[in-house]
């Protein structure tokens, strides 16, 4: 169970869990990042796709050749995913009966406050990927964390977001809340993450048999690790 101190969320339709508004996430799409994924690994890949979502980042993987197995634990999300193998499901529960090329984490869910969860998530990266593969987590930069400020900022689509409420309960934790506006339409998602800086990001990997192996691109927002073997 997800600590409503960590996550809330509000608004009109279902919200998960961590506070995730399905029917704004249903509307989102890529910015670049399938191809991002898609360049960092083999042909045809398997992926194993954990906290899918409404599949803003599945639907373009398929595309790409790949075959993805999507996990979240909202059915309400998993319900707008088509083309791929859905599986609702808890992260931290997880148990598959086979192994994956790719194992992703991404949106930011690496960054939960809650050390024990993380450590979990950790894990079942690991227990999922197979011995040759690799697991490539998201996380925000730990510059981003020191310097952000409240924002609003006006999409193409007619979509606005707002960050606010800003502070942060201990030097590595950041709460605040994110707001989302579409025509008369408003959800909020009020999260506690904590900044993972590299050493301690590599140590959280390693203690659960999974290397650092380096980023995906020059800013560090996108982790690449491999499983220990042997």
Avoid at 74 to 84: Q, R, V
Wanted: aromatic content about 6%; hydrophobic content about 40%.
């Amino acid at each position: 169970m997800i600590s409503r101190e960590l996550y809330h969320g509000t608004g009109p339709g279902p919200v998960t869990p961590d506070g995730c508004a399905v029917d704004y996430y249903a509307m989102l799409t890529p910015n670049g990042e399938p191809e991002l994924i898609h360049a960092a690994i083999p042909e045809e890949a398997s992926i194993l796709e954990l906290g899918a979502g409404a599949g803003r980042i599945t639907h373009s993987l398929l595309a790409l050749g790949h075959e993805v197995v999507a996990v979240d634990e909202s059915p309400e999300m998993l319900a707008h995913i088509k083309g791929a193998e859905t599986v609702p499901s808890p992260i931290q529960s997880l148990a598959l009966p086979r192994k994956f090329d790719v194992v992703l984490l991404m949106s930011f869910v690496i960054e939960t406050a809650d050390d024990g969860m993380r450590q979990t998530f950790l894990r079942t990266c690991r227990e999922h990927v197979a011995d040759g593969g690799s697991v490539i987590l998201q996380r925000k930069s730990p510059e981003w964390y020191d310097t952000v400020e409240p924002f609003e900022r006006e999409a193409e689509d007619g979509r606005v977001v707002r960050m606010t409420g800003i502070s942060r309960p201990e030097p590595h934790l950041l709460r605040a809340t994110m707001e989302y506006t579409v025509g008369d339409r408003r959800w909020t998602h009020t999260f506690v993450s904590r900044r993972l800086d590299d050493d301690f990001l590599a140590a959280e990997l390693d203690a659960a048999g999974l290397t650092m192996s380096g980023f995906l691109e020059g800013n560090r927002e996108w982790v690449s690790a491999l499983p220990q073997v042997g």
